[in-house]
């Protein structure tokens, strides 16, 4: 199983980010997804999750700013970043609960 996150990059506050998990090796349409991230000098922490039936949950720093979705079509899990904020800089992680973790992608937010 392999999990590979894109997307990532520079942007002002009040930004918009979307990025990409694209799965394979498994049948990802029978899988529940999540972000995580991490700052720095941080533990990695939460930030949405979508279930195999398309059943949404998000930290509670995220919500209303941030869009979990997916595609079974392609594989593939997105975040859409709205209305980013300096705070929400880290490397940002997906994951195929409970086991596989991608490699991260840097978002950055300046002031």
């Known amino acids: 199983v392999q999990l590979q996150a894109s997307g990532g990059g520079l942007v002002q506050a009040g930004g918009s980010l979307r990025l990409s998990c694209v799965v394979s090796g498994t049948i990802f349409s029978t899988k529940t997804m999540g972000w995580y991230r991490q700052a720095p000098g941080k533990e990695r922490e939460f930030v949405a999750q979508?279930?195999?039936?398309?059943?949404?949950n998000y930290a509670d720093s995220v919500q209303g700013r941030f869009t979990i979705s997916r595609d079974n079509t392609k594989n593939t899990m997105y975040l859409q970043m709205d209305s980013l904020k300096p705070e929400d800089t880290a490397v940002y992680y997906c994951?195929?609960?409970?086991?596989?973790w991608g490699r991260g992608t840097q978002v950055t937010v300046s002031s």
């Open positions: 979508i279930s195999n039936y398309g059943t949404s």
């Open positions: 994951r195929m609960l409970t086991r596989y």
